[in-house]
């Protein structure tokens, strides 16, 4: 089994539609992350939790929401989806005390029309 | 700010050929390095990773990456391409403090011709 799992793996809605992707992790990692990816651009970070309690956003936060609802769970929301949202979403994971290294899930890819 | 530049968006390579691809970074102190392939429709492995020491790093599937202080570099080799090879490649560099986040390039494509 995968050790960090993404679903739905893609979706398809329409602008204005609150969707939720959602993240799961085995490898009893503390940090999560969700990354954007979009052509030409490389991956950029919209937020990241260091611990249940803790959540942060990241250089491109606007019109996202998240939620930590357990050590190995870290869900991304779209509020009010709108079409250049539409990318490539990856979340990633990452041990404290590891060296630095970030796994990735197999990502989501959402289109909003 | 960490920034992580790849200058080539797209190289085509024949089959056997030796490949480069070229990575370089701006950071101020000793950078943690990352390669990262994505085959399409995939999502992101590890090649391989440079944290200190050596500065030639071995990874998985023939390649490797040498880490270069003086030209902020750490480009990705690999002796004879595969078809199989054909993704996209990142380099990212591990950013310190805050987030504790990745910087990626942009990314370069990579095409094998039989």
């Known amino acids: 089994d995968a050790d960090v799992t993404q679903t739905p793996r893609n979706r398809i809605t329409k602008t204005g539609k609150r969707i939720m992707l959602e993240c799961s992790q085995t490898k009893g990692h503390d940090r999560m992350y969700w990354y954007r990816q979009d052509p030409g651009l490389g991956l950029r970070l919209i937020y990241y939790?260091?611990?249940?309690?803790?959540?942060n956003k990241g250089e491109i936060s606007d019109g996202y929401s998240v939620s930590r609802q357990a050590q190995a769970k870290f869900s991304l929301s779209l509020e009010s989806a709108i079409p250049n949202q539409t990318a490539l979403y990856f979340c990633a994971t990452r041990s404290r005390t590891g060296l630095e290294t970030q796994y990735f899930g197999p990502g989501t890819r959402l289109l909003v029309l | 700010a960490q920034s992580v530049t790849q200058p080539d968006i797209h190289i085509t390579v024949s089959e056997g050929a030796s490949l480069e691809l070229r990575c370089n970074y701006s950071?101020?102190?000793?950078?943690?390095l990352f390669w990262y392939v994505q085959s399409p429709g995939q999502g992101l492995q590890l090649l391989l990773k440079?944290?200190?020491?050596?500065?030639l790093v071995q990874g998985i599937k023939g390649f490797e990456a040498e880490f270069k202080r003086s030209q902020s570099s750490f480009n990705l080799r690999k002796p004879s391409v595969h078809w199989s090879d054909a993704a996209e490649y990142f380099c990212a560099v591990f950013s310190q403090g805050g987030s504790e986040k990745l910087v990626f390039g942009k990314g370069t494509k990579l095409t094998v011709n039989p």
């Open positions: 950071y101020g102190a000793t950078p943690y």
């Open positions: 939790s260091f611990d249940v309690k803790d959540i």
């Open positions: 440079y944290f200190s020491g050596d500065t």
